[in-house]
Nanobody, 125 residues
Framework: QVQLVESGGGLVQAGGSLRLSCAAS????????MGWFRQAPGKEREIVAG????????YYADSVKGRFTISRDNAKNSVYLQMNSLRPEDTAIYYC??????????????????WGQGTQVTVSS
């Protein structure tokens, strides 16, 4: 089992940057594929980015390609989301998720087993 805690959210102007962090506790972090999801008011939770166990494979939603970068440090039991060129439509609660999985990055929320509590990202225009 793994517990996840996100940090790094906040209020930023359009065009700005934020770096989200997700710290995992528990054993065998390197067994877990990781994902960042977001949920805006009145909308479904959607994947933003995902990364495989080793970090060798990543996935990005079309809406964030070229602006966001997911990375992980298995020695620090952490996964990160660097968000650049932020837009008002990026405003949402951002969640970190984990799945004990070896294979292609999963992109559906129901496919993940563990979730953090979320961190709010607000982008003003």
């Amino acid at each position: 089992q793994v517990q996840l805690v996100e940090s790094g959210g906040g209020l930023v102007q359009a065009g700005g940057s934020l770096r989200l962090s997700c710290a995992a506790s528990g054993r065998n972090f390197n067994y877990y594929a990781m994902g960042w999801f977001r949920q805006a008011p009145g909308k479904e939770r959607e994947i933003v980015a995902g990364i495989s166990r080793s970090g060798g494979s990543t996935y990005y939603a079309d809406s964030v390609k070229g602006r966001f970068t997911i990375s992980r440090d298995n020695a620090k039991n952490s996964v990160y989301l660097q968000m650049n060129s932020l837009r008002p439509e990026d405003t949402a609660i951002y969640y970190c998720a984990a799945k004990d999985w070896y294979g292609v990055v999963r992109t559906e929320a129901h496919q993940y087993d563990y979730w953090g509590q979320g961190t709010q990202v607000t982008v003003s225009s």
